[in-house]
């Protein structure tokens, strides 16, 4: 084996795992002890210079842990006792979305013409405009200070949101909302509505923003729910008169021949419904279209309403001998007539 192809081999073997990187990967720069990750949040590997962050992995450093990664121009400094993820997905408006759960983040994030990355804590949001900044998250607080550039601040929990530019900082704390200092000049606080934290405190399950997020929600619905009733209201109390329902079950009467009438009633008031009613109808023998008085008792479902109505049925009689019973359903509005047949 010549002495140029056995080069060619070590070269290969000592080649490092960045050569083999994509332009969307995060490559370790430099890292000291004390500095793992796990894409399962089980299993901790130990992450070395050269090598490739895989997508969506978490990094955990030590006490005396501290890790740079790389992508292009762009660098995430891992701080000692830090734990922290990076996903990145290029279909998506926002590619780059960074996950810290504590720890300090120190950040230089490519400007380009739309943002494209953010970092999410368990308190707040920092939406990323090309900037040098810091991002550190304690057990029940965050904050963000810039260097360069501008960073959008938003508190989950209090509903407020900031732009943070060159030697501003904004902090937010679980109980006091966020608060905003500078050098020369405060950024401006402005309102937004509530949401929820996409990952939890340390030590904890809840979410910053849950209990807020719903109540507002609890609270627009119930505004909209006044609004509709009362719409209601005034369209029932100008039709208190209109009904529609279904006529209840009319039993004829006796008749002399082979009669049958059936009268169905509807006397719904006020509201839609279903009504009864019983109708009572003589038939004579050769006599045809002779009437029956039917009662119905209307009942009403709209706005607690009930309303007593008289329907009035019209029976036909065949003549004949017997007496017969009809029963008959009607469907309509109050005054419709009902027709039977004889068994």
Do not use: C
């Amino acid at each position: 084996m010549s002495t140029i192809f056995r080069i060619l081999i070590a070269a290969l073997i000592l080649l490092p795992t960045a050569a083999y990187a994509t332009a969307d990967d995060w490559r370790v720069v430099k890292a000291t002890d004390q500095v793992k990750y796990t894409v399962d949040r089980t299993n901790w590997v130990d992450l070395r210079a050269g090598e490739v962050v895989p997508n969506r992995a978490w990094v955990s450093t030590g006490p005396r842990g501290r890790v740079q990664l790389a992508r292009g121009v762009e660098s995430i400094t891992f701080q000692p006792n830090t734990l922290a993820a990076i996903a990145t997905n290029e279909s998506a408006a926002m590619k780059t979305q960074i996950y810290q759960q504590v720890g300090s983040l120190d950040l230089e994030i490519e400007k380009r013409s739309q943002p494209h990355t953010a970092v999410q804590t368990p308190y707040l949001a920092a939406v990323v405009k090309g900037t040098i900044f810091h991002v550190t998250v304690g057990r029940a607080k965050a904050s963000v200070s810039v260097d360069r550039g501008l960073v959008e601040v938003t508190s989950f929990a209090s509903g407020q949101r900031s732009n943070v530019a060159p030697g501003q900082s904004a902090a937010v704390d679980k109980k006091a909302g966020m608060t905003v200092a500078g050098r020369l000049s405060k950024p401006e606080i402005t309102s937004v509505a509530p949401s929820v934290a996409p990952i939890p405190a340390v030590g904890t399950t809840t979410l910053a923003g849950a209990t807020e997020a719903a109540e507002t929600k609890n609270t627009s619905a119930a505004t909209s729910k006044s609004t509709s009733s009362s719409a209601s209201s005034d369209d029932d109390d100008s039709a208190n008169t209109r009904s529609n329902g279904n006529s209840g079950n009319g039993n004829n009467g006796n008749g002399n021949g082979n009669s049958g009438g059936n009268s169905g009633g509807n006397g719904n008031s006020g509201g839609n419904g279903n009504s009864g009613g019983n109708g009572n109808g003589n038939g004579h023998s050769d006599d045809s279209g002779n009437n029956g008085n039917g009662n119905g008792n209307g009942h009403s479902n709209d706005s607690g309403n009930n309303g007593n109505g008289n329907g009035g049925g019209n029976g036909s009689g065949n003549s004949g001998k017997g007496d017969n019973n009809g029963g008959g359903n009607g469907n309509g509005n109050s005054g419709d007539h009902g027709k039977g047949k004889d068994k």
